[in-house]
């Protein structure tokens, strides 16, 4: 049985679809169009939290259309961690410590290639059960069979949009047990 710190019991946790739904909707009120590009995106500073916790709905939302279950998270920032995600499987509840990565867009300054954000997670020395999903925040041709994984944590996974109106999302992985396997998912509608 997965010891799971006490502390995970009492948090907060959120449903990915509503959260989805409710982003949406604010984008179809509102128009957002017409606000400065970090505000719109959720990249300012006061803004940051929210960005990062569209990007843990989408992962949880589709890692749960994908096992078939409902996938939740708590948005609690730790050194290794931005959220906690939970889920129940065989009457047995499951939790998973998750850092989000993200491969920023081409017009954003930090933009670095993919084999460098990989690299940095050898500093996770000691964190087999760390999940790390990076956003795939940007048109690219991602060859698997090129890139070098870390071995020093527990799942890595890719989470990208395929098109550009964000209705269709790929996730690929576990990239640490079966690199080639993605699923497609839709993006939640009310």
């Known amino acids: ?16 679809e509503g959260i989805l739904i409710g982003l949406r909707k604010v984008s179809r009120t509102y128009p957002l169009h017409e606000l400065e590009y970090h505000v719109r995106t959720l990249r300012s500073r006061t803004l940051r939290k929210y960005g990062e916790g569209r990007q843990a709905a989408l992962f949880c939302y589709g890692i749960g259309c994908r096992l078939g279950v409902k996938v939740t ?3 609690v920032e730790r050194q290794d ?3 906690i995600a939970a889920y129940e499987m065989n009457g047995e509840m499951n939790f998973a410590p998750v850092q989000l990565k993200e491969l920023v867009p081409d017009n954003l300054p930090s933009s670095k290639p993919l084999q460098v954000e990989l690299d940095k997670l050898a500093k996770y020395t ?7 999903v990076f956003h795939l925040n940007r048109q690219a041709t991602i060859r698997l069979s090129e890139l070098t994984y870390p071995c020093s944590i527990g ?3 890719f989470l990208g949009c395929t098109e550009p109106i964000q209705n269709h999302w790929t996730l690929i992985g576990d990239l640490l047990k079966e ?5 497609d998912f839709a993006y939640p509608e009310d």
């Not at 690199?179 to 699923?183: E, K, R, T, Y």
């Open 1 to 16: 049985m997965q010891r799971v710190p006490r502390e995970w019991l009492g948090y907060d946790y959120l449903d990915p």
């Open 73 to 75: 998270f708590a948005q």
């Open 81 to 83: 961690y931005d959220f």
């Open 126 to 132: 000691d964190s087999a059960d760390l999940v790390v």
């Open 155 to 157: 799942g890595l996974w």
């Open 179 to 183: 690199p080639g396997l993605a699923s």
